[in-house]
């Protein structure tokens, strides 16, 4: 059985940082492409952040230079750590996974809040 768990988010000022954590198991992680999508307020979720099976990632436009992708293979892990946050970020932030024939999950959501 799939599953993807988030954690990390929470509530930050403007400016400050975050690291979130998404926990897999049920499948081959290192096979795996694993993604960040965000849905902020009252809009579609959209994409952040991806890594690929061989370690190559990449981020969206608005959150380059400030959001960086990373993995752990050995613990079944995709982190997205989160600097210079601004009022804009604020959402619910979704760990994906894409495996092999066009299979897809997601995980329940970590919420983050940038406020001052």
């Known amino acids: 059985q799939v599953q993807l768990v988030e954690s990390g988010g929470g509530l930050v000022q403007p400016g400050g940082s975050l690291r979130l954590s998404c926990v897999a198991s049920g499948f081959t992680f290192s096979s795996a492409v694993m993604s960040w999508y965000r849905q902020p307020p009252g809009k579609e979720r959209e994409f952040v952040a991806i890594v690929n099976s061989m370690g190559t990632t990449n981020t969206y436009k608005t959150v380059k230079g400030r959001f960086t992708i990373s993995r752990d293979v050995a613990n079944n892990t995709v982190f997205l750590q989160m600097d210079k946050l601004k009022p804009d970020d604020t959402a619910v932030y979704y760990c994906?996974?894409?495996?092999?024939?066009?299979?897809?999950?997601w995980g329940q959501g970590t919420q983050v809040t940038v406020s001052s």
């Open positions: 994906k996974a894409a495996l092999p024939m066009l299979q897809q999950y």
